[in-house]
Structures are given as C-alpha cells and as structure tokens.
C-alpha cells in the first residue's frame, strides 16, 4: 500500500499529532506540575508513546515492509499513554488521552488492513 493513500497518508499524520500532543504535554505541562505527573510509569508511557508514534510514522512513510507490526505496537503504546492520562485526570490529560486514542485506532485499523494485503 503506497503512503499516498488515504488511510495511510491520515494514519501519518495522527502519528505526528500524538506525538507533538504528548512531547508538548510531558514537557510543558507534567514536568511543571510534578507529582502524579511526574511519577515513573506516567512519564514511561507518555515517552514510549511519543517515540512509537515518530517511528511508525516513519515507517509508513517510507514504506518499510514492517510498518504494519510498527502500527500495531503503536496502537498498544497509545491506548497506555491514554490510560495514564485519563488518571491523572486534568484538562491538559483529558486531551492527550483524546489525541491518543484517536491515533491508536487509525493504528489499528492500518495494521488490520495490512494484515488484509
């Protein structure tokens, strides 16, 4: 499936919302406020969600034959960061959980329709 499609071209660019959402959120607001949003498992998931997205959107991108597997494991690192966000609970959260999980299914979906190929 070449990366001007439709699906693909939208599952790039949610990848590179999420990431932006989560590395300005860890950044500018977590280490801000400390505490909860600050401790390991939330700034864990947060950084494996961000780095995932970054590499599936580059595999995508280019096209690499394992970009399907990339999307799937991206998939679970955004649902995680979601998770973590929604219990912190805060405004700024409550939107990275929504752009997590907006990037989470269109992953899903591209790895479904690769596995379909």
Do not use: N, Y
């Not at 949003?37 to 700034?43: D, E, G, I, M, T």
């Not at 950084?47 to 494991?73: E, F, G, K, L, N």
């Amino acid at each position: 499936m070449p990366h001007d499609t439709e699906p693909m071209t939208q599952c790039i660019a949610l990848c590179w919302e999420c990431r932006d959402e989560c590395q300005t959120a860890l950044f500018d607001h977590c280490l801000t406020m400390g505490g909860d949003h600050v401790a390991k498992h939330h700034v864990t998931a947060m950084t494996d969600c961000i780095q995932v997205c970054q590499t599936a959107a580059d595999a995508m991108t280019r096209q690499s034959p394992i970009h399907a597997a990339v999307c799937a494991a991206c998939a679970e690192a955004c649902e995680a960061c979601a998770k973590s966000c929604e219990q912190i609970g805060d405004t700024q959260m409550q939107k990275c959980a929504e752009v997590c999980r907006r990037c989470a299914q269109s992953c899903r979906e591209m790895s479904k329709t690769m596995e379909m190929a």
